[in-house]
């Protein structure tokens, strides 16, 4: 799990700064399946069969 830092109005620390984060856990679901789509798609381009 990561943190984004961002940059919002109304903050209270002495240099300006944001003390809030985004959390971010990991891809969504839709992401994941989109990438699986494209992954095949790209295997398929190749010629021959999966096991040469």
Do not use: K
């Not at 856990?25 to 398929?44: K, M, Q, T, Y």
């Amino acid at each position: 799990m990561r943190q984004i830092p961002t940059d919002m109005a109304g903050s209270d620390t002495e240099d300006g700064g944001s003390t809030r984060v985004l959390v971010v856990a990991g891809p969504s679901a839709d992401l994941l399946d989109r990438a699986l789509v494209g992954w095949e798609h790209f295997l398929s381009t190749f010629e021959g069969g999966a096991g040469e």
